[in-house]
């Protein structure tokens, strides 16, 4: 990680991990579970359909796209927050988690969701932000009222008289300060992320409780699991020892996976999840392999998924190594090729667009590297978290104004840019390539004003490509990725081999090319991956040359049924296939 609030900052948004040890192997094989089969289809509501003219997102405009979501073939929806929030981080900042924004709409608007899409055979996990809540929260005003407000320790404190605190680095804040002074009991108090999110005191057993208590009024709603949001972090050491000076560089050691963290996890579990069928998943890993396993080692009975951010984290304005990418994704698949259970994903709310950072935005290879993308992530061993839009192809919407931004923290780390004589230039063209914005425009419906997703003014820009890539059009094209990502729903819904067969990496120096092996007692599959806009050749060093084998998907058109599977298979920019052996 580079110093300065950008780097700091972009790190940040695609994830900043340090898995360092090495695979370790455990002997129990893997257990089937509905949440290993499906498929996670992530809505971010703000930004997916408006039904009401403000330019937002809300929950009837999901309602009445719930057949279009079903269509898709998906199993799961993971909902961003909608929760009550002054939405100073798009609503990872709860001030009621009982309660519904109303910009998004009511309760009696939750549950007809949560109902259309259950009676669509869909099920739905919810984000829990609970390493922090909003300083809007009542818990957090009655915290700050007084030193012996039965609240105070709700939160982490550290009186002035004291002196300053050790410092911490606070993702969010503009002067990277996690301390921040309160004039009202003359004390600090720690916020890892904005100061508009003071952590919450886990150590206190009545924070835990009030957890475990939001948990089961959702859980008894009937939503099908929790995503938790930044968990990792939330066991400190509260007598706040002095950090080694630059820790700031590295503070995922320092933040991530301390004290207590499993013993949370523990009594979360025995509290909540062994009491609903739910899919539980934490943000992060940890920093090693064995943290990550031990987040989801099934005797421990902690969580179901590790969702960890190595991969996404390769991704720079100037280029990724494919090399590196192939290892990093072939070591966490050892890593739990017997036990435990990931995520693949490459995009969320908290990246930019999959193709702009992976692929290739340019209009001759927007769609086939989409295609290419989508092959990788429904073909690879885990559950595939898949953002929405992805599957339309969306692109980075290439802002060029710093007005173009609602992010918070994106025109907090400009303000400081600005106040520390950064280069402004260079800042608004990394901005352009990794800011959550990129990621977060809506949704495109159609050709007409606004692409369909509202009648008001949006909250945030179209795509200016908005009438070429967009749903009314990708129905009508056989070739879109739209019906290409719902091609490879089907062909991994018929295929339980690509949900549990052993993954085998295939020509691993090649610079240009991803193939592996999917194969079990029930069938063997090679998926084939150009990652480059210029011709390639899969080195076939392992498979026997075959007259006829039969090519189950393919991203280019004019591919026959069957291909000969030979010592060299040349491939096409982005060329992306799936081929039964």
């Given at each position: 990680m580079k110093p300065g609030i950008l780097a700091i900052f972009l790190c940040f948004i695609v994830g900043v991990e340090n898995i360092g040890a090495q695979p370790i192997q455990q002997k129990s094989a893997a257990t089937q579970h509905w949440w290993k089969e499906a498929v996670v289809y992530q809505i971010y509501p703000r930004s997916f359909k408006d039904s009401n003219g403000d330019g937002v997102g809300d929950l009837k405009?999901?309602?009445?796209?719930?057949?279009?979501?079903?269509?898709?073939?998906?199993?799961?929806?993971?909902?961003?927050?909608?929760?009550?929030?002054?939405?100073?981080?798009?609503?990872?900042?709860?001030?009621?988690?009982?309660?519904?924004?109303?910009?998004?709409?009511?309760m009696a608007d939750f549950d007809s969701l949560l109902n259309g899409m259950h009676r669509r055979g869909i099920k739905l996990v919810m984000d829990l932000v609970v390493n922090h809540s909003s300083s809007e929260h009542e818990?957090?005003?009655?915290?700050?009222?007084?030193?012996?407000?039965?609240?105070?320790?709700?939160?982490?404190?550290?009186?002035?008289?004291?002196?300053?605190?050790?410092?911490?680095?606070?993702?969010?804040?503009?002067?990277?300060?996690?301390?921040?002074?309160d004039t009202l009991t003359n004390a600090y108090y720690l916020h890892y992320f904005s100061d508009k999110q003071p952590d919450l005191n886990w150590g206190n057993p009545k924070v835990r409780n009030e957890v475990y208590s939001i948990m089961r009024f959702w859980a008894d709603k009937g939503i099908d699991g929790f995503r938790l949001d930044a968990f990792q972090f939330v066991a400190k050491d509260t007598t706040f020892p002095m950090f080694p000076k630059g820790f700031e560089k590295n503070f995922m050691l320092y933040y991530a996976m301390q004290g207590n963290l499993h013993g949370y996890l523990q009594q979360m579990n025995q509290q909540i999840f062994s009491k609903y069928d739910v899919m539980s998943v934490a943000e992060g890993a940890g920093n090693t392999f064995e943290d990550a396993h031990n987040l989801v080692d099934s005797n421990r009975h902690e969580l179901n998924i590790a969702y960890a951010f190595n991969g996404v984290d390769l991704a720079k304005p100037n280029g990724y190594s494919l090399l590196q990418f192939k290892s990093i994704f072939s070591q966490w698949d050892s890593a739990f090729e017997h036990s435990g259970w990931l995520a693949v994903f490459l995009a969320n709310h908290d990246q930019a667009r999959m193709v702009s950072r992976f692929g290739n935005d340019a209009p001759q290879f927007r769609t086939l590297s989409s295609q290419m993308l989508s092959t990788f992530l429904l073909t690879m061993r885990g559950t595939p978290f898949y953002y929405n839009g992805d599957e339309l192809g969306m692109v980075n919407p290439n802002f060029t104004s710093i007005h173009d931004y609602r992010d918070e923290v994106i025109l907090d780390a400009y303000k400081h840019t600005q106040l520390t004589g950064g280069n402004i230039k260079a800042f608004l063209k990394n901005l352009a390539f990794g800011a959550r914005d990129n990621g977060r425009t809506p949704f495109p419906w159609d050709s007409s004003l606004n692409a369909g997703f509202t009648t008001g003014l949006p909250w945030i820009g179209i795509n200016a490509n908005y009438k070429t890539v967009n749903v009314a059009v990708e129905e009508n094209d056989p070739n879109s990725c739209l019906n290409y990502f719902r091609k490879l729903m089907q062909l991994r819904k018929n295929n339980p081999t690509l949900v549990y067969g052993k993954y085998t990496l295939l020509d691993k120096n090649n610079p240009q090319v991803y193939a592996y092996l999917r194969e079990d007692a029930a069938g063997k599959f090679l998926v084939v991956l150009n990652f480059s806009a210029k011709d390639a050749v899969f080195?076939?060093?392992?498979?026997?040359?075959?007259?006829?084998?039969?090519?189950?998907?393919?991203?280019?058109?004019?591919?026959?049924?069957?291909?000969?599977?030979?010592?060299?298979?040349?491939?096409?920019?982005?060329?992306?296939?799936?081929?039964?052996?």
């Amino acid at each position: 990680m580079k110093p300065g609030i950008l780097a700091i900052f972009l790190c940040f948004i695609v994830g900043v991990e340090n898995i360092g040890a090495q695979p370790i192997q455990q002997k129990s094989a893997a257990t089937q579970h509905w949440w290993k089969e499906a498929v996670v289809y992530q809505i971010y509501p703000r930004s997916f359909k408006d039904s009401n003219g403000d330019g937002v997102g809300d929950l009837k405009g999901i309602i009445s796209e719930l057949d279009y979501i079903k269509s898709l073939g998906v199993d799961v929806v993971w909902l961003n927050p909608v929760y009550q929030s002054p939405n100073f981080d798009n609503g990872y900042d709860v001030s009621d988690y009982r309660k519904i924004l109303p910009e998004f709409g009511t309760m009696a608007d939750f549950d007809s969701l949560l109902n259309g899409m259950h009676r669509r055979g869909i099920k739905l996990v919810m984000d829990l932000v609970v390493n922090h809540s909003s300083s809007e929260h009542e818990w957090f005003k009655q915290s700050r009222s007084s030193r012996i407000n039965p609240y105070r320790n709700y939160y982490h404190w550290w009186n002035a008289e004291n002196g300053k605190p050790p410092y911490r680095f606070s993702l969010f804040d503009i002067n990277h300060d996690a301390w921040q002074y309160d004039t009202l009991t003359n004390a600090y108090y720690l916020h890892y992320f904005s100061d508009k999110q003071p952590d919450l005191n886990w150590g206190n057993p009545k924070v835990r409780n009030e957890v475990y208590s939001i948990m089961r009024f959702w859980a008894d709603k009937g939503i099908d699991g929790f995503r938790l949001d930044a968990f990792q972090f939330v066991a400190k050491d509260t007598t706040f020892p002095m950090f080694p000076k630059g820790f700031e560089k590295n503070f995922m050691l320092y933040y991530a996976m301390q004290g207590n963290l499993h013993g949370y996890l523990q009594q979360m579990n025995q509290q909540i999840f062994s009491k609903y069928d739910v899919m539980s998943v934490a943000e992060g890993a940890g920093n090693t392999f064995e943290d990550a396993h031990n987040l989801v080692d099934s005797n421990r009975h902690e969580l179901n998924i590790a969702y960890a951010f190595n991969g996404v984290d390769l991704a720079k304005p100037n280029g990724y190594s494919l090399l590196q990418f192939k290892s990093i994704f072939s070591q966490w698949d050892s890593a739990f090729e017997h036990s435990g259970w990931l995520a693949v994903f490459l995009a969320n709310h908290d990246q930019a667009r999959m193709v702009s950072r992976f692929g290739n935005d340019a209009p001759q290879f927007r769609t086939l590297s989409s295609q290419m993308l989508s092959t990788f992530l429904l073909t690879m061993r885990g559950t595939p978290f898949y953002y929405n839009g992805d599957e339309l192809g969306m692109v980075n919407p290439n802002f060029t104004s710093i007005h173009d931004y609602r992010d918070e923290v994106i025109l907090d780390a400009y303000k400081h840019t600005q106040l520390t004589g950064g280069n402004i230039k260079a800042f608004l063209k990394n901005l352009a390539f990794g800011a959550r914005d990129n990621g977060r425009t809506p949704f495109p419906w159609d050709s007409s004003l606004n692409a369909g997703f509202t009648t008001g003014l949006p909250w945030i820009g179209i795509n200016a490509n908005y009438k070429t890539v967009n749903v009314a059009v990708e129905e009508n094209d056989p070739n879109s990725c739209l019906n290409y990502f719902r091609k490879l729903m089907q062909l991994r819904k018929n295929n339980p081999t690509l949900v549990y067969g052993k993954y085998t990496l295939l020509d691993k120096n090649n610079p240009q090319v991803y193939a592996y092996l999917r194969e079990d007692a029930a069938g063997k599959f090679l998926v084939v991956l150009n990652f480059s806009a210029k011709d390639a050749v899969f080195n076939n060093l392992t498979l026997m040359a075959k007259a006829n084998v039969v090519l189950v998907l393919a991203n280019y058109i004019n591919k026959p049924s069957t291909i000969a599977l030979r010592n060299k298979i040349p491939l096409r920019p982005y060329e992306a296939m799936v081929i039964k052996l």
